[in-house]
């Protein structure tokens, strides 16, 4: 069996059963229909994993109407709405993982920029900037 090459994070891998053999063709991906979905805001988040799935959870808290705060405190736990629950396979799950990881280190540059008096840097700030 051939090896798997690596695939690029735009690159869709399909699958083909000929003769008992699979193969993978690499194909482009064109993503669409995001700026069609409305956004939610979820607060807290929950991962889930058997064998073979991942299941991302998004929640968002219910809080009683209330005009008197003292009320919270009464409560013994805080109702939260799932929002969604998306599942996917750990191959995705690992890409993901990488992708947030990466995302959280520009992130904790800009922030650090922004500390050091740096209004506006894009997400691909160089070491030189970073260390102005």
Known sequence: MAEEQPVEPNVALSEVDKADKVLFIEKKVRYYGAEDVLPIYAELAAVRHT????QLLFFQTVLPVTEDPKE???LEEIPARCLARIVIPPELMSDLYRAMGTNMEKRQKLLELKQKGVEAVP???SE?????
């Open 72 to 74: 919270y405190v009464k």
């Open 128 to 132: 030189e900037e970073a260390n102005k």
């Open 51 to 54: 064998e073979h799935i991942f």
């Open 123 to 125: 997400w691909e700030a």
